[in-house]
């Protein structure tokens, strides 16, 4: 039997399983002692992931002066990744894209980054990401994206950011 994988708008039953991947994700992402970034700050940021507060970002976003589409990657129906962006009239930002760690290294992150680049069409596309998250950064650049000029504050005071952006010149793949 064939393992289907297949790329659709997020719901909001899908919020558990949502902030299930974010939690096991972040968890294997983000600590790196040399960034300054140990286990213990990423637990207290992961223990703050919750269904109530994902369900209000998405709600209250819904209605505001821009698109938030959104959308979950599904194996056989069970959330293995997810993303959601910003669109305005000039411009996407790539809020959140995250996988799970098993399924990272496979292709399965290009499927929710066609759709990304599908909403996104010909405007330019920007993100911020771990400045020593190579591996994300090298899947980004595989995209089209390139690294910005612009200097970013830590997220959540602690993680270094790296804008990077997938030029309007860049065509869709």
């Known amino acids: 039997m064939d ?72 194996r056989d129906g069970i959330v293995v990744g997810f993303c959601y962006m910003s669109v305005f009239p000039d411009s996407v930002f790539l809020d959140a894209m995250y996988l799970d760690p098993n399924f990272t290294g496979f292709g399965f992150g290009g499927l929710l980054m066609k759709s990304v680049l599908s909403v996104a069409g010909f405007k330019p596309c920007f993100l911020h990401v771990a400045s020593y998250n190579t591996n994300a950064i090298g899947f ?21 950011l790296l804008e990077m952006c997938r030029p309007s010149s860049v065509l869709n793949v």
Request: aromatic share 12%; net charge negative.
């Open 140 to 160: 980004y650049k595989r995209f089209g994206f390139v690294e910005t000029s612009k200097v970013l504050e830590h997220s959540r005071g602690r993680i270094p």
């Open 3 to 74: 393992v289907v994988f297949n790329v659709r708008a997020l719901e909001l039953s899908d919020l558990p399983a949502v902030v299930d991947v974010q939690s096991r994700s972040w968890l294997a992402t983000y600590p790196d002692v040399s960034a300054g970034v140990d286990e213990g700050f990423v637990q207290e940021v992961v223990s703050s992931f919750n269904v109530s507060f994902m369900q209000q970002l998405i709600l209250n976003v819904q209605g505001d002066r821009f698109m938030f589409p959104k959308f979950v990657l599904d």
